[in-house]
Nanobody, 114 residues
Framework: QVQLVESGGGLVQPGGSLRLSCAAS????????MSWDRQAPGKERELVAR????????NYADSVKGRLTISRDNAKNTVYRQLNSLKPEDTAEYYC???????WGHGTQLTVSS
């Protein structure tokens, strides 16, 4: 059974940084492309960044380019998302996704506010 569990969300002040983690289980993690997506209140879910099985990074959303790093540790079955210079508009529920098969975690909330 595929499971994706996000963690690391919280309340952060503007200008701060936060790393989110997504622990995967139930499949051979190292074979799959993973992504981070987010959904802000009242908005559609959007792709934030994607990382291939071998670590090839792509598909950064324009809103996070230069501020976001997506990475993965295949030994730990975990994908990470580091977002710097946080802005109030980064406030959203952040979801981990296994692209093949469209599996989603339950999300973790990030709120950027002073």
């Amino acid at each position: 059974q595929v499971q994706l569990v996000e963690s690391g969300g919280g309340l952060v002040q503007p200008g701060g940084s936060l790393r989110l983690s997504c622990a995967a289980s139930g499949f051979t993690f190292r074979y799959y492309t993973m992504s981070w997506d987010r959904q802000a209140p009242g908005k559609e879910r959007e792709l934030v960044a994607r990382i291939g099985a071998a670590g090839t990074v792509g598909n950064y959303a324009d809103s996070v380019k230069g501020r976001l790093t997506i990475s993965r540790d295949n030994a730990k079955n975990t994908v990470y998302r580091q977002l710097n210079s946080l802005k109030p508009e980064d406030t959203a529920e952040y979801y981990c996704n296994r692209v093949d098969g469209n599996y989603w975690g339950h999300g973790t909330q990030l709120t950027v506010s002073s």
